[in-house]
């Protein structure tokens, strides 16, 4: 289960920098540039939580996270469309991710999802792996975020709300390795190499 101290931080960095956001569209122009920073703040804060989670090696508290991430962008972006679409699948198939990790962590379990994925498109790693919703999650959300990176553009390396999606990045990224790892031990495979602790990369 996600480790519930860490997650409530999430949440409650979450709900204080949408505060701070709506507060900043109702003030007068001259008293926002007083707002900015304490979001930017509160965004960076944020940014270290997600980070000690994808650092933690916890796949439950780092999918946790993501999925209320994705829950207040859903919630509070002015997305529409396409890209609200997307952001619902996303969460649609986040907790189908999460619903395979009972089921990776039992070996007897996971040799039938093995067997429904003996297909040659149905696998992963060379045809090592099942590519079972959560492999199908995780690799499809990183590349959805690196898009979302990419439209803030290679020069900008300060915008908190960057710098925050490159940590998400990151952590579904670490994610998909501990994955690995647990089909793995699952599958009486070797276990590939173990995560380690990531510094900032802003151009990655």
Not at 58 to 79: F, V, Y
Not at 93 to 102: H, N, R, S, V, Y
Request: aromatic residues 2%; glycine residues 4%.
């Amino acid at each position: 289960m996600p480790d519930q101290p860490s997650l409530k931080r999430v949440l409650d960095l979450l709900v204080a920098e949408r505060a701070a956001k709506a507060q900043e569209t109702k003030i007068l122009d001259d008293a926002r540039a007083e707002i900015r920073p304490l979001a930017a703040h509160l965004l960076n804060d944020l940014r270290e939580e997600v980070l000690e989670a994808g650092n933690s090696g916890n796949i439950d508290l780092i999918l946790g996270i993501e999925k209320r991430l994705l829950a207040d962008e859903l919630e509070h972006s002015d997305a529409a469309g396409a890209h609200r679409t997307s952001i619902e699948n996303s969460l649609r198939d986040i907790t189908a991710a999460q619903a395979m990790l009972p089921e990776v962590r039992d070996p007897s379990a996971y040799q039938n999802v093995d067997r429904l994925h003996n297909v040659e498109k149905r696998r992963d790693l060379k045809g090592t792996v099942p590519l079972d919703d959560a492999r199908q999650f995780l690799k499809s959300h990183i590349d959805r975020i690196k898009l979302t990176v990419r439209a803030f553009g290679h020069g900008d390396t300060t915008d908190p709300r960057k710098r925050l999606l490159i940590v998400r990045r990151g952590n579904m990224s670490t994610a998909l390795v501990l994955y690995t790892q647990l089909q793995c031990q699952a599958l009486g495979l070797p276990r590939p190499g173990r995560t380690r602790s990531r510094e900032l990369d802003i151009e990655r």
